[in-house]
């Protein structure tokens, strides 16, 4: 071990208990240093509606994400990864309270 790095195997009967523990030892214990989507939104100076259709969702329910009222299914987190470069992380998208 370096010091950066846990390797932890466990042995789950179920494979969505699996995941579902997977998700929350990286939630619990991971600091992301991502830009939330606020962010890149401004700096990349876009609107609402040209973030919501890059994204596959509808203005109304991006308001709803940025209030912290929804959250993105793990798809399209990884696809609003990909489409911000890497920028806004999934991690970020999927745990906001917990990323940073």
Known sequence: MNGCCVN????????????NLHIDILSKYVKIWA???????????ISDAELA?????STSYLSR???GLRRLSPEKA???EAITGGAVSAMELLFPNKAN
């Open 8 to 19: 932890l195997s466990l042995y789950v009967a179920n494979p969505v208990v699996q995941v």
């Open 35 to 45: 830009m939330n989507i606020n962010d890149w939104q401004e700096k990349q100076q």
């Open 53 to 57: 259709k890059k994204m596959g969702i």
């Open 65 to 67: 994400i940025k209030r």
């Open 78 to 80: 990884e696809h609003t």
